[in-house]
């Protein structure tokens, strides 16, 4: 069976999306916990809190759906056109931390956030 | 509340992150490199491919790395926002560009510095606009 471009950006997108979405739950637990860390100690009582919520783990399944398809886009893709496509997943990052996580995304950031995607596609396109 | 500004300490936190990240990507690639012609039609061939790729050390040499960049990125997300955390690790595609100059003698193309140049006014431009946030930690 020959894999079509489309299919493998459709892919790619997903892998975006599936990563979006496990770092916006990742985010509001994390937020929910509200822990200030000052030292290498309360690290393992955070991670423990941290691991005990589940949205976490609904994130975390999120995140291996994502490496899966990530793992079987690799074996199929060029690695460089897999890596500019998926800068994308920096532009779904930045509207879900202002919509659904309401952080303040001013227009320096986007612009930034605008520039890194810029950058990364230049980047790896110019490898290919 | 914790919106707090990107300090350097974080800086190099999420650089760290960032080297491990790009080592994982590293490990996933080697992994998934001697199944690149393999042609997945079906459920059985799926299971094939998963078997293949998992008894490869790589796979497990990355899946222990991505356990440490979660531990530390939880950690630094505690901090700053989720939309400067991200774009300020993508550090890694200046790292790895430069990874496959000094270690695979890479030559390095105009349009690449030019993409190098962009991604780190981009990721200055993100930095900068946490400054404001300053009064906010409790």
């Known amino acids: ?9 459709l892919l790619i997108i997903s892998t975006s999306i599936c990563d979006t979405i496990s770092q916006l739950f990742l985010k509001t637990s994390i937020n929910s916990l509200n822990a200030s860390i000052t030292s290498i100690k ?8 941290l691991a005990l919520i589940p949205k976490v783990w609904i994130g975390f399944i999120f995140s291996c759906l994502s490496l899966f398809i990530w793992l079987f886009v690799l074996s199929k893709a060029d690695l460089n056109f897999a890596f500019s496509l998926d800068s994308m997943h920096y532009i779904f990052i930045a509207l879900a931390s202002s ?30 | 509340m914790h919106k707090g500004k990107l300090t350097l ?9 960032d080297f491990l990240e790009t080592f994982t990507h590293f490990c996933f690639k080697k992994s998934a490199l001697p199944e690149s012609g393999f042609m997945i039609s079906g459920f059985q061939d799926a299971l094939i491919f998963i078997k293949s790729v998992a008894s490869s050390g790589f796979l497990w040499l990355g899946l222990t790395s991505v356990l440490l960049t979660f531990i530390i990125w939880s950690t630094v997300l505690s901090k700053i926002d989720l939309s400067v955390a991200v774009p300020v690790c993508s550090f890694s595609y200046i790292l790895v560009p430069l990874v ?3 270690l695979l003698h890479e030559k390095v193309s105009a349009l690449r510095w030019a993409g190098i140049s962009f991604i780190l006014v981009g ?10 946030d300053k009064t906010v930690i409790t």
Request: no cysteine.
């Open chain 1, 99 to 128: 919509l659904i996580l309401k952080e303040k995304v001013e227009s320096k950031r986007w612009v930034g956030t605008i520039l890194v995607v810029l950058g990364i596609i230049l980047v790896t396109l110019s490898g290919s």
């Open chain 1, 1 to 9: 069976m020959k894999v079509s471009l489309t299919f493998i950006m």
């Open chain 2, 123 to 132: 990721i200055i431009l993100v930095s900068l606009s946490t400054k404001k």
């Open chain 2, 100 to 102: 496959s100059v000094i």
């Open chain 2, 9 to 17: 300490k974080i800086l190099l936190i999420l650089l760290a992150t």
């Open chain 1, 42 to 49: 309360k690290i393992f009582g955070f991670i423990i809190r």
